[in-house]
């Protein structure tokens, strides 16, 4: 679907609003078209387009105004939400489900994320960046994946020759879920340092050695028939899958910091 033209009348303080800027004195602020608000985040997100716009209006997170027409128009307050969003995805790798709840407690751009929070029975519970807990069921096709992560069909193929990632076949065409298309586009950022499929072995690995550790901690807990057991055990899964990412990161900086002293 093309995209429709910007109307006439959006200025140049447009651009000023959607970057944040504070628009001049006695200027009125203006709403900008779906066009316009890609051009002013571009430095920011090199990947933003039309389609990724559009793709979160129908996801619910964005509800700008429509013209009679039927052209979208962005406030300043929806600019500074869908940089939020960006963020979210970019920096915490965060599915749309957790980075809608974000939204809702009220989450905004300025909010630095919280690896852990103090729990009301004094131990500390970590917020996890993916949930452990099942997706939406959205599935996207190799198109739709490409087209968002900006990856190569090449390397998709090579992801999945080595167990990378798997997609599920339907009628003849390979889809692929939330958390995998998450996979390829971090992939995809990694391979612009030329780092392809074989090499991601290792964090496969290592992956699999934590699923599999944190599984024989809660096996017993998970298998339960109580509900309410079960739940408290997929809590705690989440919890100890923020812990381990979180573990993870701090000795993976300490050892890069050797390399660059």
Known sequence: MAAHAPQAGVEDLDLEIAAGEPPEAGKRQKSLTIGAVCKALAQEFPDISISKIRYLE????LTPRRTPGGYRL???GDVARLRTILRMQRDEFLPLRVIRQELAAGRSGDSAPIPGRAARDGVRAWR???SVRESTGALYSMDDVLEETKAEGKLVRELEEYGVVKGEMRGGVRYFDETEREIIAAVAELARYGVGGRNLRVFR????REANLLQQILA?????????RRK???DALENLAA????LKHLLLIRDLRKIVR
């Open 232 to 234: 408290e055990a997929v």
């Open 128 to 130: 996890p960046s993916v």
């Open 58 to 61: 129908d996801q619910k997170l």
């Open 74 to 76: 962005y406030t300043q």
């Open 243 to 246: 812990v381990a990412t979180h």
């Open 220 to 228: 017993p807990a998970l298998r339960s028939r109580n509900p309410e």
């Open 205 to 208: 690995s290592s992956a699999d």
